[in-house]
């Protein structure tokens, strides 16, 4: 069973930049995915490197946000700049194959720790 760790540095004030970075106890060889779930609403996809295919932003992050992976060190990370008070929301990492995961988050079989990312003016 996969299991992540999730770690994040940086300010979440406006403007500023964040790196959340979701270590897995294994190389995963699946599509990588962050999602995020602002307060009172659905989670929705923030980015995903399928595998294979091209890396996908949601439209709101593109140009903002960062996804890759260091397959070195099993971990997905995310690169967040010129944070919005929109950004905020409880960021999840997650894993697994086909769309109906790794764009809708719906079936994924491996799922991080939630991170919360409130983004203060």
């Known amino acids: 069973q996969v299991q992540f760790l999730v770690s994040r540095g940086g300010s979440v004030q406006v403007g500023g930049s964040l790196r959340l970075a979701c270590a897995a106890s294994?190389?995963?060889?699946?599509?990588l995915a962050w999602f995020r779930q602002p307060p009172g609403k659905e989670r929705d996809l923030v980015a995903v490197?399928?595998?294979?295919?091209?890396?996908t932003y949601a439209v709101s992050v593109k140009g903002r946000f960062t996804i890759s992976r260091d397959t070195s060190k099993n971990t997905l990370i995310l690169e967040m700049n010129l944070l919005k008070p929109d950004d905020s929301g409880m960021y999840y990492c997650?894993?697994?194959?086909?769309?109906?995961?790794?764009?809708?988050?719906?079936?994924?079989?491996?799922w991080g720790p939630g991170t919360q990312v409130p983004v203060s003016s």
């Open positions: 997650a894993a697994g194959w086909g769309p109906d995961c790794y764009l809708a988050g719906k079936t994924c079989p491996y």
């Open positions: 294994e190389y995963i060889y699946m599509p």
């Open positions: 490197i399928p595998n294979p295919g091209p890396t």
